[in-house]
């Protein structure tokens, strides 16, 4: 008999950065150094991760390290990429990491810039919730997140690193060039910047609100 599925909150922080929170326990991916219209990033957390070192998403400075009771929930596993569709030769190269915790699989997919391969593709089924991002430019646009989706089939996906209103950069797209093209699966905009991903999680979109 498989494990019920536990809970682990997701709190987004701005641009691509996330908290994860389960059984008292917290790691933060992906945190910035400067990204247009968002405030400056600091925040606590007994880990920290990260795709790649570009400033703004490998800014490690802005999470203060802090003791946690027992040991850490979740298992971390990455799987290497691309940051762009030349094999790196434009922007690098791309970790895509996945948390476990609770039963939960939970895949940040940084800044990828291309279509995973069948193998890989194969390695990101069955994920509880995708972290994908959507602007465009420097990463995967609306259309190509929107075919990762349907590759992969998470059961809740959470856009990220798009531009709303001031916030973000403007060579990128807003999210709703991804929101857009879904059809098969509600697309929420939630009105807070968290979600509590659990065994009870419907197929779903869902844009977080930033909080400041």
């Known amino acids: 008999m498989s494990k019920e599925k536990g809970t682990i909150r997701l709190t987004w922080l701005g641009h691509s950065c ?10 933060v991916i992906d945190p910035y150094r ?7 990033l600091h925040v606590e957390a007994g880990e920290v991760f990260k795709s790649h070192d570009h400033d703004d998403h490998g800014w490690v400075q802005a999470v203060t390290l802090v003791e946690e009771p027992g040991e850490s929930p979740f298992k971390v596993t990455t799987e290497a990429c691309w940051h762009d569709e030349k094999g790196g030769s434009l922007r690098g190269s791309n970790l895509i990491t996945i948390f476990e915790a609770e039963g939960l699989r939970i895949a940040h997919f940084g800044d990828i810039g291309h ?3 069948p193998e890989l593709a194969e390695k990101l089924k069955g994920l509880d919730a995708a972290l994908i991002p959507v602007g465009g430019f420097y990463t995967i646009d609306g259309a190509a997140a929107f075919e990762l989706m349907n ?15 001031a ?3 403007d060579v990128i797209s807003e999210p709703e060039a991804f ?15 968290s979600i509590d991903i659990s065994g009870d999680s419907e197929k779903s979109v869902v844009v977080l609100k930033f909080m400041g």
């Open 18 to 27: 996330f908290r994860l929170e389960c059984g008292g326990h917290s790691a």
């Open 34 to 40: 400067e990204v247009p219209g968002y405030p400056p």
């Open 115 to 117: 279509q995973p391969g």
């Open 151 to 165: 590759t992969i089939d998470p059961v809740v996906t959470i856009p990220m690193h798009f531009r709303r209103g």
């Open 167 to 169: 916030c973000g950069f």
């Open 179 to 193: 929101t857009g093209m879904v059809k098969d699966r509600p697309v929420v905009e939630a009105g807070t910047d």
